[in-house]
């Protein structure tokens, strides 16, 4: 009985054993990252040139993939894990390995999800570098702002002044320096329109705020399309030239996660050809 029990716990200890090594070698596998899906303009540049992305192609380090406009990919990593390449971006495969999966950013914008038995996914833009191992979260590359959000799950945050980013936030880092909150329902931008009185001026500064580092575009009577980009305290500064007459322009502000925010307003009456004397009416020289 001795010996059957020994041999017995002799077996179990075998079997353990082999437990052990078969996940040492499941985690030792280095995961493969993988074009799962495109749609449009989606390429993939190697040393070799670039070609067009094919559902299956598997992509190696130094591998980029690049979206045009209107473009999307997804990428599998590992089992389950997904990235989704958002249009207009660019994204470089910067290693692959038992010890997880580094992309980096060079612009446009991600959104992923991460399962921990795929492996930490480490993601690179500009000086921050953010690694997952259980989430969902965005980010995007502006020039030189980059912006974060976890929707689920943590982010671990390298390189900035804050060391996580917990379920529900959102960060924008510019020149280094960032600013941490929860999750808005939509894009700022706030805008103190002027209060119509008439001017002769043949132009206007139109001044608001909205999201650190934002993309404007401001439309209106006179011809083509003004832009402008937000400074890191979110503000902005904008000579708008003048018509004759109510000058209604529409501002469109747009993150670097793609959320866009679009508002309209008139930001100057102008009038040539009123009375030069303020009797009667107050103009605004």
Partial sequence: MLIGRRGFALGGVGLAIGAVWWTWGRRSRAVEVVVLERFGDVRVGRADGETSAKAGDVLYVTDRVRTGDGGRAILAVGGRSRIAVAPSSDLVVAGVGADGVRVTLEGGRIEATIFP?????????????????????????????????????????????????SEGTEATFTDRASRVGPVPEELLLDVPWPDGTPTRAATTRLQGTTTPGCRLKIRGPFPGELTARAGADGSFDVEVPLVEGANRVTIVAVDALGRERIVEGVVGQRDTTGPAFSGGAVYRE
């Fill in 117 to 165: 038995e795929d492996g930490p996914v480490r993601v690179g833009a500009r000086e921050q570098e953010f690694v997952a191992t259980r989430a969902d979260f965005a980010i995007g590359v502006d020039g030189s702002t980059v912006m974060a959000r976890t929707t689920s799950g943590s982010l671990e945050v390298l390189g900035a002044d804050i060391a996580a980013l």
